[in-house]
């Protein structure tokens, strides 16, 4: 294993004008660090990387990110790292020095600059408020947190050695400063219908509008903890004779699991326009938009209610999904009713949208005639 990331010479950046032209959400990856110290059971890092976290220096970070911004003008990029804050509190000034770093550059003035970065789910207690303000600063507004589970026992399952309590505060204390982004586990071979009710609960105090979020399944990497303990009980079995699948223990879990992926086979292309609108909606309101509109902005504040509602109406859904299939009673009416209403948001969602695109367009007309 290379212990000094640094012997390593930059990634080639050949392709990305071409991933620029082919994609308009197209982000250069950006690597830190390497490896995780944790051992969360259903992650393939530890085996892979065996806990060692190693980092690069940050100013050579910032250099990689300045010569893409210099060279190919992208201004959102995606951090690939693991942990960027390795073992916490100990590790935690490499962020802080990339951030400073980016700061001290000015590179945040010149290139309305978003980061993408994935963090577990204690970094608000990790972080002090001034440097969570830092970090937010420097570009980093996205933050995929991996919370897996609202409940407790998956958790422990889990392995994460992080409080559920502190789930919620780090949702109420970073949720108006960063769009925080949520990953989840809430399907594996141990899964029961209370777990599904305490999931429900924390996805929708984070509120976002994304079904997918009621559909995650653990897949099982070989090398994970979670794997070797199915395999020892016998409790994998071969799908095709590429993947490996499992039963789940509970019945009702799986009349579950079928129904949400149900209806997510149905709306599936309109959740991920859902994801990309948010994401959007954020760069607008972390104002990357440099030039703003009234009109624009009194459309999104209609747009990000109706994704609340939408956010809501997918909870009360997962909910009802629970109670039927809990008493045994055909849950299809509830799709029907569900599918129906996403739709109409939906529609009112991609009306508003057009009017953003007329009101953008006239005040573009607009100050090309003056
Ligand atoms: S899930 Fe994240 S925190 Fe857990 S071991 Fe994997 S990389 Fe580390």
New binding site residues.
Partial sequence: MISNLDDFPDPARDFLNTAKQNNHYAMPLILSSR??????S?????AFFE?KWRKRNYSRVVDEIQQIIHDYGFSHFYFTD??ILGRGGRDKGHLLAIAEEILLRNLHKSSDLYFFV?M?ADFSSILTSPELNLIFSAGFKDIFV?F?SGNSTQIAK???GIKIQSYFSTIRKCQKLFFLEG?FILFNPYTSISSLYDDAKLINALGIPQWSYYTKKYLPYPGSNLFTELATKDLLIESNYLLIDYNFLHRSVEIIYKTVSDIENIIAEKDYFIFLLMDALYKYKFNLVTSRNPSADSLFTQIENKLQKLSLLENIIFLGILEYVSQSLDSKYLIQQFVDQFNTLYFQISELIDQIQTAEFKRHLRNYNE
């Fill in positions: 490896g995780c110290p944790f051992n969360c259903f992650c393939s890092s530890p806990r693991d942990q994935m577990r991996g897996e889990y392995n994460k990953g």
